[in-house]
Every structure is written in C-alpha cells, then in structure tokens.
C-alpha cells in the first residue's frame, strides 16, 4: 500500500462498548497486515478485555465504502489494495470507479485478477488535461489509435471534425466513467 498519508484506516471499537456509551477502540492501518485474518486476531487481542466482543468500524479512511460497512470488512480488500498500488494515481481512481460503479466488484464473483484484466480491457487512459473538452481529447486519441484516419490524405484529416466526432461518439455508448473524463 501506497504511502502512510493515504494508507487505509479503520477506527475498531465494539458494540459492546458502544451500547455501554463508550467510543473505546483503536485506528489500525491496514498497511501493517499481510490479510484479514491477522487484522482481525490483532482486532480481537485489542479488545480481549470483552468477552466475544463483536467489532464495530466506527471510522475509516481512504478505504471505499463498497469494501467496508459499520460492520464488516471485506476479505478481498488487501487483494484490492495490492492491486491498486500497482497503478499510477489516476489509475487507482479509475479502478476504483470501475470496481465500484461500473462492476460492481467484488460482489460479481470475479477474483481480483479477472476485476484488473477486464479494466484494463475498458480502461481508456484519463483525459481532462491538455485540451479544453476531456470527449474531444478522447476522440484524438481513439482515430489515432484506431487508425481511423491514416489512409485520409493530410488535406481531408485538416477537415475531420472531431468535437462532432466526440459527441456522436460519447451519445453512442462510450461513458464518461468508462474513458475517465475528468
């Protein structure tokens, strides 16, 4: 996981606790465990002045909501952030968009694997940056890569309209979410 800044963090107390009127608990980084189970027996040890506390998350950062709930934590979240931090930051949003709004993962059933092959497969790059409408980068980059243009003469590309391009292009199915537009 990447840096300590934005590392995942989770505030564990325990209902016990907390229907006692008491917050008690703990911030474990999720950086200083291999998998869930040996986040969870650090939990347990934590709170092993209860009999069979049973975990609350009361708070987390910089871990997405479709991974963690008041209370559970998924067990494929360090599969899930092993995969991330092998991406660049505007990748790692991306993915997460994809896993989260687009897949639906992990709920799919795909393993981590299958989630980053099939983003790869729709991730198109992040546009938003070196021209004024993210759609119409995309289109110079789609006719680029696509070849779509390369046996035109160089009089009849001067003429290709891309922004017309881009929007028949993005009313046609592409989605904002699915190239990254930001």
Known sequence: ?????????????????????????????????????????????????????????QDWENIPDFLISECSLDDKVFEYFQARDEMDD??????????????????????????????QESYRGYFGGSMMDAKVEYAYQYVDETGMLANAS?????????EAFARDLFSDGY????????
Request: glycine share 6%; charged share 25%; proline share 3%.
């Open 1 to 57: 996981m990447k840096s300590s800044e934005n590392a995942p963090k989770i505030y564990v107390g325990t209902y016990g606790m907390y229907n006692s009127g008491s917050l008690f608990g703990k911030w474990f980084d999720l950086t200083d465990y291999a998998d869930a189970k040996e986040f969870y027996q650090d939990c347990y040890e934590y709170h092993r002045n209860e009999f069979d506390p049973e975990l609350m998350f």
């Open 90 to 119: 505007d990748t790692a949003k991306a993915f997460k968009l994809y896993c989260e709004q687009i897949s639906n993962w992990p709920s799919n059933g795909k393993s981590i694997d299958e989630q980053a092959e099939s983003f």
């Open 154 to 162: 160089s009089v009849l590309e001067r003429y290709f309209d891309y």
């Open 175 to 182: 989605t904002g979410r699915r190239v990254c537009i930001g």
